[in-house]
């Protein structure tokens, strides 16, 4: 595989991804939470994500298909979970996840729809008509690992800002956390109506 075509396979699921724009969103859930507890919701995220994506490649059209669901049903129920992460933050002002389990916090919403969503599920279902399950898997893989990496330095980012720093960075992230899952809703009513 030459350097173009790893980066017609690498760029878009990145782009789907989008670790640094889901960063935001991670320090938003995790702000309340140690360093060593943050850590932990990392690591149960990332697999989390892992897992599902590597499972997603060989079943993911077989499920799609089977079940008559599109690409679009995926991104608006996606987009409706995110959203109520963010309300209930923004206006109720309460982490929907304080005092939850970490295993739960990790798997949802931070490994699935975060890190490894509709975007990323129905990217993967793309790159498989140009590319080996091996070679996306690999891809996905590696930007798992770049997300990881994003996400690893946020302890030192919070510690930075403090208390009140971190306060005022969580309630913007829930913010543009709402847009991302309106923008989410949008995506997936417009690619359903075409």
Request: charged share 10%; aromatic share 8%; net charge positive.
């Given at each position: 595989?030459?350097?173009?075509?790893?980066?017609?396979l690498?760029?878009?699921?990145?782009?789907a991804?989008?670790?640094?724009?889901?960063?935001?969103?991670?320090?938003?859930?995790?702000s309340?939470?140690?360093?060593?507890?943050?850590?932990?919701?990392?690591l149960?995220?990332?697999l989390?994500?892992?897992?599902?994506?590597?499972l997603?490649?060989?079943?993911?059209?077989?499920v799609l298909?089977?079940?008559?669901?599109?690409?679009?049903?995926?991104?608006?129920?996606?987009?409706?979970?995110i959203l109520?992460?963010a309300?209930?933050?923004?206006?109720?002002?309460?982490?929907?996840f304080?005092?939850?389990?970490?295993?739960?916090?990790?798997v949802?919403p931070?490994?699935?729809p975060?890190?490894?969503g509709?975007?990323v599920?129905?990217?993967?279902?793309?790159?498989?008509?140009r590319?080996?399950?091996?070679a996306v898997?690999?891809?996905?893989?590696?930007?798992?690992?770049?997300?990881w990496?994003v996400?690893?330095?946020?302890s030192?980012?919070?510690?930075w800002?403090?208390v009140?720093g971190?306060?005022?960075?969580?309630?913007?992230a829930a913010?543009?956390?709402?847009?991302?899952?309106v923008m989410?809703?949008?995506?997936?009513?417009?690619?359903?109506?075409k």
């Amino acid at each position: 595989m030459n350097i173009s075509e790893f980066l017609s396979l690498f760029l878009p699921l990145f782009v789907a991804m989008d670790p640094l724009g889901v960063f935001p969103a991670f320090v938003q859930i995790t702000s309340n939470l140690s360093s060593k507890k943050r850590g932990r919701v990392l690591l149960l995220s990332v697999l989390t994500a892992g897992g599902v994506g590597l499972l997603f490649i060989p079943l993911g059209p077989l499920v799609l298909s089977s079940l008559g669901l599109k690409n679009g049903d995926f991104q608006i129920a996606g987009g409706l979970l995110i959203l109520l992460v963010a309300l209930r933050d923004i206006v109720l002002n309460q982490k929907l996840f304080q005092g939850r389990d970490l295993q739960g916090m990790g798997v949802v919403p931070i490994g699935i729809p975060l890190l490894v969503g509709p975007a990323v599920l129905t990217t993967l279902i793309l790159l498989l008509d140009r590319f080996s399950p091996f070679a996306v898997a690999g891809c996905l893989v590696l930007n798992l690992l770049v997300a990881w990496g994003v996400f690893a330095v946020s302890s030192r980012l919070i510690q930075w800002m403090g208390v009140t720093g971190s306060l005022v960075v969580s309630k913007l992230a829930a913010l543009l956390l709402a847009a991302y899952a309106v923008m989410m809703i949008r995506v997936g009513f417009s690619s359903l109506f075409k």
